[in-house]
């Protein structure tokens, strides 16, 4: 069984920087594409970043530039470094795993997922 289990998050203030992790369980770590969502009540899981174990990475246009995404594979680790974030970044972030290795964008290619973590960003 595969968990993900996140940490991170909170409240900060607009213009203020955060970051996220999420450790993965299992010793195939190495192989599977890792991205990062959020949700706001009422709307889709949006797709953020994402990352293959060679460490490529994919970003959304909407946060290229602030939001980076990495992994340490020795400690079954992804991150996602948040900066310059502003009220309209308030949302509950969720990182998913995906087995096949794939750096995706697209909701459907996630086998696992963390629990979710809210960030607040106070205007």
């Known amino acids: 069984q595969v968990q993900l289990v996140q940490s991170g998050g909170g409240l900060v203030q607009a213009g203020g920087s955060l970051r996220l992790s999420c450790v993965v369980s299992?010793?195939?770590?190495?192989?599977?594409?890792m991205g990062w969502f959020r949700q706001v009540p009422g709307s889709d899981r949006e797709f953020l970043a994402a990352?293959?174990?060679?460490?490529?990475?994919y970003y959304d246009h909407s946060v290229e530039g602030r939001f980076t995404i990495s992994r340490d594979n020795a400690k079954s680790t992804v991150y996602l470094e948040m900066k310059n974030l502003k009220p309209e970044d308030t949302a509950v972030y969720y990182c998913?795993?995906?087995?096949?290795?794939?750096?995706?964008?697209?909701?459907?290619?996630?086998?696992?997922w963390g629990q979710g973590t809210q960030v607040t960003v106070s205007s």
């Open positions: 990352t293959g174990g060679n460490g490529g990475t």
């Open positions: 299992g010793r195939s770590f190495s192989r599977y594409g």
């Open positions: 998913g795993a995906d087995q096949d290795g794939n750096i995706s964008g697209r909701l459907e290619s996630y086998d696992y």
